[in-house]
């Protein structure tokens, strides 16, 4: 693929600020649980029913929601975002989940012959979860970002050809593919790299 | 690393299946059991005011105190019929479990960190049924994702399985992390996020033979309470 210059990626390393959410949700505000879960609960439910049945989804997505506010202190918007955040604690209350279904339990399954999804690998919660941030975090985007940063990812157009397709000054292309990158890292932090 | 990490993220996004964008609304009743759940802690001050972790466990030796029978807890969760039939198991005699701190540094640094609260037990396991020839070290870093690390002076026994719990001392409440290894010298993974190691605080490890029963054998081999550090 076509590969954007080093110096168009990042001018430096601040990171990118909490969004009000993020503030709101570390600060305890009583709203923001509310809003957390209004903007996240789908994602985190929907997490959970890749590798579970609706049932343990919600309970599992529920249990997420309790252990963030309770252990909200720790998150760091340095780090990353809240959708990162609570997906890792989502990867981890999946292989609890798996891990505390009893080996007996399991067998009662497969003799009544009660379809039960395959237990994820750790890799593959990761993979699955990775993905699903990286649609969060594109959808979260603001429309030509998501245009011009699609076309650098699937399309491997260079600035100069996503300028000359769409029209946008070179600089903008540059300015817009920076930002979303930031926003990317932003919005993969924790989980991501 | 720019563009290394340039192709990542096209490598990534070019790997997003269909699935990967499908979402699902949770049933209502999901937030309705996390604004109760959470109503009725509403008082309680998050993690970093200093309770969730620090408060249950105090920073000294834990007093000796008799072995704990887990026939009780047992029969919480087994049927009529295994209650019956292990009505006359007995644990454990009024010995004690000997639990005091260890130096960090047995272990893996995990404890360098000054951000880390961390957790230690190391056991004395003479006391207990079946107890295997070794001691262990068990340590539990908290940050945002908590391990816990154990390791094991002798060797496990490697013709039964050997299955690692964690118990609350009142034996309310246990949960299985699973089969060890056998033969092995360690364990390591994730503590599960959703338990206070103040509160599941007994480590233990059982034979579990292959019975059946998902229940804890009372065939405890070594225990240690961990104590935050």
Known sequence: MTLL???????????????????????????????????????VYSICRRSTDESTAADITQEVFIAAWRNRARYDATRGGLGPWLAGITRNKIIDH???????????????????????TEQQL????????????????????????????????????????TGIPLGTVKSDIRRSLDRLRHGLGYIHG | MAEQELREWAELSRSITDDDRIRHTPPPMVWDNIAAALAADADVPSTAEGLTFADPIVDEVVPPEA?????????????????????????????????????????????????????????????????????????????????????????????????????????SDMRSLGIVNPGSDSWSGEWPADLDPAEYSLVDLSIEPADGDPTHSGRSILRGQLTLT
């Open chain 2, 67 to 171: 072995v704990i029978d887990l026939s009780a807890a047992r029969e919480r969760r087994a049927p009529v019929e295994e209650r019956r039939r292990r009505r006359n198991l007995v644990l454990a005699g009024a010995a004690s479990v000997l639990v005091f701190l260890v130096g960090l540094s047995l272990l893996t640094g995990i404890g360098e960190d000054p951000d880390v609260t961390t957790f230690v037990a190391d056991v004395n396991n003479a006391e207990l049924p079946e107890p295997f020839d070794g001691t262990a070290t068990a340590i539990v870093a908290v940050d945002e994702a908590p391990m816990l690390e154990i390791a094991f002076t002798g060797e496990l026994p490697s013709d039964e399985p050997v299955e690692l719990w964690l118990i609350k001392p009142d034996l």
């Open chain 1, 98 to 120: 798996f891990r505390s279904v009893s080996r007996e339990d399991r067998r009662i399954d497969k003799v009544k012959n009660t379809p039960q999804p395959a237990e994820p």
């Open chain 1, 126 to 165: 990761e993979e699955v979860t990775l993905r699903m941030l990286l649609v969060e975090a594109m959808d979260e985007l603001p429309e030509r970002a998501r245009n011009v940063i699609t076309m650098a990812f699937f399309d491997d157009l260079t600035h100069v050809e996503i300028a000359a397709r």
């Open chain 1, 5 to 43: 210059a080093t110096s168009d990626l990042r001018e430096d390393d601040t990171p990118m600020s909490a969004t009000p959410l993020e503030t709101s949700f570390t600060g305890g505000d009583d709203r923001a649980l509310k809003d957390a879960y209004d903007q996240y609960g789908s994602f």
